[in-house]
Structures are given as structure tokens and as C-alpha cells.
């Protein structure tokens, strides 16, 4: 859609330049009259002898494009169509709502009167791709920094490869291994936790079992495939040039890596634990199948319970009626809205540094 | 603050590849000496191989004896990094660390060394910038980014990264071939000066400067494409220019070879 009438308009314009050139008969016939007397242009060749041609008004140029610009409009086309499906959607359902939407706690919209709150929702979603992220960027780029630069060429291939195809498990398979296997060692992690360091307040008190520590533990290990490879990539980049003058200098091989790899790869790295960030925030069936499904703001990590935007909607979609529909379609807008801040706080960062990536480029 | 460096039998190899075989050859403290020949003979492998860069490629070793004031750097008790601070490099390319501001491009080698005070890092940066000739040029915009100066600044801004830490000895590794004549001569101007401190061994294509610059030169080169380099003459850059006591050394420095 966008490509037809944006051809025809290329078309229109594509007349002009052979209306100009009637106008204009001394040049035209110049160049009629030379061409037959030079058959196969032997006086010039490529570099042509003679009167310049013309540009081509039609030709892989224009269509090229016209085809990129409309590939680029389509995006915007496809946004604008899902913001409005789902304001449409939303707003009657916020309408009805008979609670704050922001503060109330409970998610009750096919009631009557419908009461629903995103809040502890919200919370839920930051809270365990945060934890999710605290627990697996470290990791990752400690594999990442051992695959560039300190494991023999054979292995850092291989172990690689194995880590891309952890990224290519379905989540639902994450999920039931969380729920089914993985929760009993994290529920005695937690109870060990809780009686060593339960005075601090996020490792309270249970019952043990699916909670947000479980489902950012799972999701940590969904999002350390992508910070890992990601990562790797921008750290094989650096410039051996760059890595040589710090050697050069007595660098040890961590002091090479401090002073030529890392900063070299920092933007790279954000925008890996960005794209990492996204899929946790939007991860759905996994933290579906792994958290403890309730309506309650607590920054006890270890108790049963928690929830996100995404597994709330998995998790009521089918039960819900017209308003409740509506009610999990606003709370994707939240996560929408999240999601997007997230975004434009990386880019934020990355661009703050500008001066010094541009000029490495 | 200068150091006379000594190779015995020095042979390096990229894994099975023998690049330089026996090459034996004193350079005295204090003196600028130039390592000619023509290309693939070997003379940037000898010079990697003096501070120990060589090994950084995977596969490369290096067989014989390199010292320095008579502890050999091969020495299996020796710290690498010691090594490579007490003798310096500058490479080919510029490479300043892009992501570093001028300043902290010159500091960078103090600060692997565990400098942290900072009147002690600004007093070695200005003095670093104005030993390389390019204290007037950035001095007013130190906070910048290295990598936004000319071609040639950045080379004489990785001169002062190397020289900030007061080695005893500086490598340069065809210093001036990605540079302008006008640049090339001032980091030839700059070599003069460093001299008196340093003991400076340069690789070069351009045989005007070994003649301007070097007080002794060697010439590299190989038989054919595959054989190892090795030296064929060392001798007073004079003696190389006027009277070459090899043939080989004439034929590569009146043009008729290489």
C-alpha cells in the first residue's frame, strides 16, 4: 500500500524532463544529428565524446526509491493502524472503569461495575525484566569477553553456537522448565535467602514458590543469549590497531580490555541490553507459566506471586468479556508506553555520547 | 633514560612461516636507527619481536636473544608489560583510542601504570604534548576527542601517548606512511629531538628519510617471496648511502631492486 500512487506520481514528473527537451531543438538535433554519423560511439567510449545525455528520467534509480520509500511509509502506515485499534479498544473500558486505573490493585473488568488497576502489573513487568537484567547482563558479557578475547578460536566458535541456540527455544518451553522443574531449587533458594538475609526487605518471607525471583530467573537466562551474542559481536569489533596500542603500551589483557575493548563497545553493549530489556519486558507465556498471577505491589521477590502486562493478558484473554477486552488491550498500551520510554532513554545515552563514537567510526 | 639493545640469532616465525632468521644486530643508546628493505622482508617482525608485540598474533613465536642493557626481554621470569613500557611503540596508522579525549589518550599509558593524581597526569600530559610538538596545537582542546584531530596530529598525539610513560626506547613502525610530506616532516623533525633522550629504531619505505633521519641504518631483505628476511648490511647511514659494502644493499638504495 503507498507504492501505486507513489509511482504514478514518479510517472507524472518522469514527462517532464522530455517535454523540456522539445523545447530546446538545438540540442536535440545536435545529438540526432551525431549519432548516426558516429555509429558505436568509436570517439568517445564510455567517457563519451559529443553533448552530455541526459539523466534518465525513468530506471533502477527512481524505482529503487520509490520502492524504499514506500517500504519506509508502510511502517508508519502499520504503527499508526495499531495505536488507533487500540485507543479505540482501550478507551471504553477505561471509561467504565469504576477504580483508578493507575493505583487500584485487582483486575476485575468483566464485573459489573468493572474495576481494574495496571499498577501492580506494571510494577510486576519492570520489577522482574529489571531483576531478570541484573542477574544476566553480567554474565553475558563475562561470556561475551571470554568468546572474543581470551577463548582459543575452535572453542569461542562453538560455545557460541550453542549460545544462539539457547535464543532459539520457544519461551513456552522456558516457561513449563521454570514452572515444572526449576521452581523447587529456587523456592529453597528462597527459603535459604530468607533465613540468612531476610532482613533485607526483598527477601521476605513466603510461601515459596512461583514468584518474581523464578520468573526473572527465567527470564535471565531467555535474555543472556541475546546481550551475550550481541555483545560478542561489538567486542570482535574493536580495532586491532586500537587493541595493539594498548598492549603496546604494557597493557595486561583485562587492562587492554578496559581501556580498548569496553569503551569502544559501550554503545553496542547498550543497545544490546536495551534489545534484551524489550524482550523481557514483552516476554508473555514464560512469566505466564511462572509467576504467581496477583494483583498485589510487593517487593518481596521471593514470595509466591507477581504478574506482568504480558502474562496477564495470556493468562485472562480467554475468559475476558468486551470490557475486560478492552481493560487488557489499555494495560498493552502501558507496556507499549514502557517500552518505548526504554527505548528513547538507550537512545538517549548512546546519543549523549556521540562526539566520541562518530569520530571512532 | 636511553638503552642499547642487543639481538643474537633472533628468528621469529608465524606458526610454521619462518618471517626472520638469524638476525644479529646492536642499536646504541641515543641513536636514531632506520631498518630498510623491501616488502615482506622482515624488518617489521624484528621490530615487533624487540618489545615483545609479536607474540600478541596467534601462532607467532620468536627464538634467539633480544636484550636490553644485558637482561634479555625473553627471559621466562621477565613481565611482558615491563617490557612493553620500558620500550614503546608507534604504529603505522594513527590509532588513538577513539572513545578517549585527547588528554586522556596521552594519560592512558600513566594510568595503566596506576597514576591516579591528577596535577601529577596534567603535569606528564603537557609535558608528553610538548616534547611530540603538539602542546600549542590542542591545548585549548584537550577535552576533545583524539581520534577529530588531523592525520598527522594523531600520530604525533600517539608519539606522546608513548613517550608520557618515559620509555627507554621507541619503536616506530613506518611512523610517516599514511602521512602528508608536512606532517612527515615534523614527526622528522621530532625524531631529532627525541633522540636525546631516547633510543629510537624506525621502519621505513622511504629511503630520503632514513637518510635524513637515521644515524645507523640495516638493510633487510629476502631471496625470494617465501624465504625468511634477513640482514644483509648494518652499517653508519653514510656508509649505507655512499659506499654500500654489498651488492644487494646498492641494487635496493639506487633503485634497481625492490
Given at each position: 500500500?503507498?507504492?501505486?500512487?507513489?509511482?504514478?506520481?514518479?510517472?507524472?514528473?518522469?514527462?517532464?524532463?522530455?517535454?523540456?527537451?522539445?523545447?530546446?531543438?538545438?540540442?536535440?538535433?545536435?545529438?540526432?544529428?551525431?549519432?548516426?554519423?558516429?555509429?558505436?560511439?568509436?570517439?568517445?567510449?564510455?567517457?563519451?565524446?559529443?553533448?552530455?545525455?541526459?539523466?534518465?528520467?525513468?530506471?533502477?534509480?527512481?524505482?529503487?526509491?520509490?520502492?524504499?520509500?514506500?517500504?519506509?511509509?508502510?511502517?508508519?502506515?502499520?504503527?499508526?493502524?495499531?495505536?488507533?485499534?487500540?485507543?479505540?479498544?482501550?478507551?471504553?473500558?477505561?471509561?467504565?472503569?469504576?477504580?483508578?486505573?493507575?493505583?487500584?490493585?485487582?483486575?476485575?473488568?468483566?464485573?459489573?461495575?468493572?474495576?481494574?488497576?495496571?499498577?501492580?502489573?506494571?510494577?510486576?513487568?519492570?520489577?522482574?525484566?529489571?531483576?531478570?537484567?541484573?542477574?544476566?547482563?553480567?554474565?553475558?558479557?563475562?561470556?561475551?569477553?571470554?568468546?572474543?578475547?581470551?577463548?582459543?578460536?575452535?572453542?569461542?566458535?562453538?560455545?557460541?553456537?550453542?549460545?544462539?541456540?539457547?535464543?532459539?527455544?520457544?519461551?513456552?518451553?522456558?516457561?513449563?522448565?521454570?514452572?515444572?522443574?526449576?521452581?523447587?531449587?529456587?523456592?529453597?533458594?528462597?527459603?535459604?535467602?530468607?533465613?540468612?538475609?531476610?532482613?533485607?526487605?526483598?527477601?521476605?518471607?513466603?510461601?515459596?514458590?512461583?514468584?518474581?525471583?523464578?520468573?526473572?530467573?527465567?527470564?535471565?537466562?531467555?535474555?543472556?543469549?541475546?546481550?551475550?551474542?550481541?555483545?560478542?559481536?561489538?567486542?570482535?569489533?574493536?580495532?586491532?590497531?586500537?587493541?595493539?596500542?594498548?598492549?603496546?603500551?604494557?597493557?595486561?589483557?583485562?587492562?587492554?580490555?578496559?581501556?580498548?575493548?569496553?569503551?569502544?563497545?559501550?554503545?553496542?553493549?547498550?543497545?544490546?541490553?536495551?534489545?534484551?530489556?524489550?524482550?523481557?519486558?514483552?516476554?508473555?507465556?514464560?512469566?505466564?507459566?511462572?509467576?504467581?498471577?496477583?494483583?498485589?505491589?510487593?517487593?518481596?521477590?521471593?514470595?509466591?506471586?507477581?504478574?506482568?502486562?504480558?502474562?496477564?493478558?495470556?493468562?485472562?484473554?480467554?475468559?475476558?468479556?468486551?470490557?475486560?477486552?478492552?481493560?487488557?488491550?489499555?494495560?498493552?498500551?502501558?507496556?507499549?508506553?514502557?517500552?518505548?520510554?526504554?527505548?528513547?532513554?538507550?537512545?538517549?545515552?548512546?546519543?549523549?555520547?556521540?562526539?566520541?563514537?562518530?569520530?571512532?567510526? | 633514560?636511553?638503552?642499547?639493545?642487543?639481538?643474537?640469532?633472533v628468528t621469529a616465525y608465524y606458526g610454521g612461516f619462518k618471517a626472520i632468521e638469524?638476525?644479529?644486530?646492536?642499536?646504541?643508546?641515543?641513536?636514531?636507527?632506520?631498518?630498510?628493505?623491501?616488502?615482506?622482508?622482515?624488518?617489521?617482525t624484528?621490530?615487533r619481536s624487540?618489545?615483545r608485540m609479536h607474540e600478541v598474533l596467534p601462532g607467532a613465536r620468536v627464538e634467539g636473544?633480544l636484550?636490553?642493557?644485558?637482561?634479555?626481554?625473553y627471559?621466562r621470569?621477565?613481565?611482558v608489560?615491563?617490557?612493553?613500557?620500558?620500550?614503546?611503540?608507534?604504529?603505522?596508522?594513527?590509532?588513538?583510542?577513539?572513545?578517549?579525549?585527547?588528554?586522556?589518550?596521552?594519560?592512558?599509558?600513566?594510568?595503566?601504570?596506576?597514576?591516579?593524581?591528577?596535577?601529577?597526569?596534567?603535569?606528564?600530559?603537557?609535558?608528553?604534548?610538548?616534547?611530540?610538538?603538539?602542546?600549542?596545537?590542542?591545548?585549548?582542546?584537550?577535552?576533545?576527542?583524539?581520534?577529530?584531530?588531523?592525520?598527522?596530529?594523531?600520530?604525533?598525539?600517539?608519539?606522546?601517548?608513548?613517550?608520557?610513560?618515559?620509555?627507554?626506547?621507541?619503536?616506530?613502525?613506518?611512523?610517516?606512511?599514511?602521512?602528508?610530506?608536512?606532517?612527515?616532516?615534523?614527526?622528522?623533525?621530532?625524531?631529532?629531538?627525541?633522540?636525546?633522550?631516547?633510543?629510537?629504531?624506525?621502519?621505513?619505505?622511504?629511503?630520503?628519510?632514513?637518510?635524513?633521519?637515521?644515524?645507523?641504518?640495516?638493510?633487510?631483505?629476502?631471496?625470494?617471496?617465501?624465504?625468511p628476511?634477513?640482514?644483509?648490511?648494518?652499517?653508519?647511514?653514510?656508509?649505507?648511502?655512499?659506499?654500500?659494502?654489498?651488492?644487494?644493499?646498492?641494487?635496493?638504495?639506487?633503485?634497481?631492486?625492490?
Amino acid at each position: 500500500m503507498g507504492d501505486t500512487p507513489q509511482r504514478s506520481a514518479h510517472a507524472g514528473t518522469g514527462g517532464n524532463p522530455v517535454a523540456t527537451s522539445h523545447e530546446r531543438p538545438a540540442g536535440a538535433s545536435a545529438r540526432v544529428a551525431e549519432r548516426p554519423g558516429n555509429p558505436g560511439r568509436p570517439d568517445g567510449g564510455l567517457g563519451g565524446g559529443g553533448a552530455l545525455p541526459r539523466a534518465r528520467a525513468f530506471g533502477a534509480e527512481r524505482a529503487f526509491r520509490g520502492l524504499t520509500l514506500a517500504a519506509g511509509t508502510t511502517v508508519l502506515v502499520v504503527i499508526a493502524a495499531i495505536a488507533i485499534f487500540l485507543v479505540a479498544k482501550a478507551v471504553p473500558a477505561l471509561r467504565a472503569n469504576n477504580e483508578s486505573f493507575w493505583t487500584f490493585e485487582g483486575w476485575f473488568p468483566n464485573d459489573d461495575p468493572p474495576q481494574f488497576g495496571i499498577g501492580a502489573l506494571a510494577f510486576g513487568t519492570v520489577l522482574s525484566s529489571l531483576l531478570a537484567l541484573l542477574m544476566a547482563v553480567p554474565v553475558a558479557l563475562g561470556i561475551a569477553l571470554y568468546l572474543s578475547h581470551y577463548a582459543p578460536r575452535r572453542l569461542g566458535n562453538t560455545l557460541g553456537f550453542l549460545i544462539d541456540l539457547l535464543a532459539a527455544v520457544p519461551s513456552v518451553v522456558f516457561g513449563l522448565w521454570g514452572r515444572d522443574y526449576f521452581a523447587q531449587p529456587v523456592a529453597d533458594l528462597s527459603a535459604w535467602l530468607n533465613r540468612h538475609f531476610g532482613w533485607i526487605p526483598i527477601f521476605g518471607d513466603g510461601p515459596y514458590g512461583n514468584s518474581i525471583l523464578l520468573g526473572s530467573l527465567v527470564l535471565a537466562i531467555m535474555v543472556l543469549p541475546i546481550v551475550t551474542s550481541l555483545s560478542r559481536e561489538v567486542f570482535r569489533q574493536t580495532p586491532t590497531a586500537n587493541e595493539e596500542a594498548a598492549l603496546a603500551l604494557g597493557a595486561t589483557r583485562w587492562e587492554m580490555i578496559r581501556t580498548a575493548v569496553l569503551p569502544y563497545g559501550r554503545p553496542g553493549v547498550i543497545a544490546a541490553v536495551m534489545l534484551g530489556l524489550g524482550r523481557a519486558l514483552g516476554e508473555t507465556i514464560a512469566l505466564a507459566l511462572t509467576l504467581g498471577s496477583t494483583y498485589a505491589i510487593s517487593f518481596n521477590i521471593l514470595a509466591s506471586g507477581g504478574n506482568s502486562i504480558a502474562a496477564n493478558i495470556a493468562n485472562r484473554f480467554a475468559e475476558a468479556n468486551d470490557t475486560g477486552r478492552g481493560a487488557l488491550i489499555a494495560s498493552g498500551l502501558v507496556l507499549f508506553a514502557i517500552t518505548l520510554i526504554v527505548n528513547i532513554t538507550a537512545r538517549a545515552i548512546i546519543y549523549r555520547r556521540r562526539e566520541f563514537t562518530e569520530s571512532a567510526a | 633514560m636511553a638503552k642499547r639493545i642487543e639481538a643474537t640469532n633472533v628468528t621469529a616465525y608465524y606458526g610454521g612461516f619462518k618471517a626472520i632468521e638469524n638476525i644479529n644486530l646492536t642499536v646504541e643508546p641515543k641513536t636514531v636507527t632506520a631498518l630498510i628493505g623491501p616488502s615482506g622482508c622482515g624488518k617489521s617482525t624484528f621490530l615487533r619481536s624487540i618489545n615483545r608485540m609479536h607474540e600478541v598474533l596467534p601462532g607467532a613465536r620468536v627464538e634467539g636473544s633480544l636484550t636490553i642493557d644485558d637482561q634479555d626481554v625473553y627471559d621466562r621470569d621477565v613481565d611482558v608489560t615491563a617490557v612493553r613500557r620500558m620500550i614503546g611503540m608507534v604504529f603505522q596508522r594513527p590509532n588513538p583510542f577513539p572513545t578517549m579525549s585527547i588528554f586522556e589518550n596521552v594519560v592512558a599509558g600513566l594510568r595503566l601504570n596506576g597514576v591516579r593524581r591528577k596535577s601529577i597526569l596534567e603535569e606528564a600530559a603537557e609535558r608528553a604534548l610538548r616534547s611530540a610538538n603538539l602542546w600549542d596545537e590542542v591545548k585549548d582542546r584537550l577535552g576533545k576527542p583524539g581520534a577529530g584531530l588531523s592525520g598527522g596530529q594523531q600520530q604525533r598525539l600517539c608519539i606522546a601517548r608513548t613517550i608520557a610513560v618515559e620509555p627507554q626506547v621507541v619503536l616506530m613502525d613506518e611512523p610517516c606512511s599514511a602521512l602528508d610530506p608536512i606532517s612527515t616532516l615534523a614527526i622528522e623533525d621530532l625524531m631529532f629531538q627525541l633522540k636525546d633522550k631516547f633510543t629510537i629504531i624506525i621502519v621505513t619505505h622511504n629511503m630520503q628519510q632514513a637518510a635524513r633521519v637515521s644515524d645507523r641504518t640495516a638493510f633487510f631483505s629476502i631471496e625470494k617471496t617465501g624465504d625468511p628476511g634477513r640482514l644483509i648490511e648494518y652499517d653508519n647511514t653514510q656508509k649505507i648511502f655512499s659506499n654500500p659494502a654489498q651488492k644487494k644493499t646498492e641494487d635496493y638504495i639506487t633503485g634497481r631492486f625492490g
